[in-house]
């Protein structure tokens, strides 16, 4: 049964208190057209079911943020998702396993040549990131090592979201180029 609009406001109304169950609500309502948004961008079911659940997961967020008098609660959650599946397809790096089942083959410890390689490329992967700015090669490290989201990070470094997102896309951009990728 799909929900009115003003349903649809008090539901994220009261998701912006910690509500689980009209968070449950809002997903129910919403999740198909968003996810539909998502897929038309990026194309792929795999991708787009990771970044449907990263677009609810700001909607748990900044539920608080929605302002019924700038627009729809549909139009606010479909601007996030298609705002994080365009973030995602400038990306491109994200790819499925099967993709390339080449990095499932794990060479056995008992792989002198596999271990040398493996060592050697550390090296070069800590000599690239430590040409990169000392704060970029934090935020990388947050980001990629630590898993936290470019807002965290933003907190954590007290820079604004886009400055991490940029600087986070040049320092991946200086590693490809250091590692000759």
């Known amino acids: 049964m799909p929900l009115s609009r003003q ?11 910690g509500d689980v169950a009209a968070f449950r609500t809002v997903y129910a309502a919403t999740s198909v057209k968003l996810y539909g948004i998502i897929v038309r961008i990026l194309g792929r079911s795999d991708v787009a079911d990771e970044v449907l659940q990263e677009v609810y997961v700001r909607v748990w967020q900044r539920a608080g943020d929605f302002d019924a008098a700038a627009s729809s609660p549909i139009t606010w959650m ?32 008992d792989d ?59 320092s991946l951009a200086q590693l490809k180029d250091c590692l000759g990728r």
Not at 7 to 17: K, Q, V, Y
Not at 88 to 94: I, N
């Open 7 to 17: 349903d649809l406001i008090e539901a994220l109304e009261r998701t912006a208190g």
């Open 78 to 109: 479909a601007t996030i998702a298609r705002n994080r599946a365009l973030d995602e397809a400038r990306r491109g790096t994200m790819r499925s396993i099967e993709d390339a089942p080449e990095h499932l083959e794990v060479p056995g410890e």
């Open 112 to 170: 002198p040549a596999a271990s040398y390689e493996r060592t050697e490329e550390l090296r070069r992967l800590y000599r690239c990131l430590d040409a990169l700015e000392p704060e970029r090669k934090e935020i990388l490290l947050l980001a990629y090592y630590r898993g936290l989201t470019r807002e965290q990070i933003a907190t954590r470094v007290g820079r604004p979201v886009a400055t991490v997102k940029t600087w986070l896309r040049r």
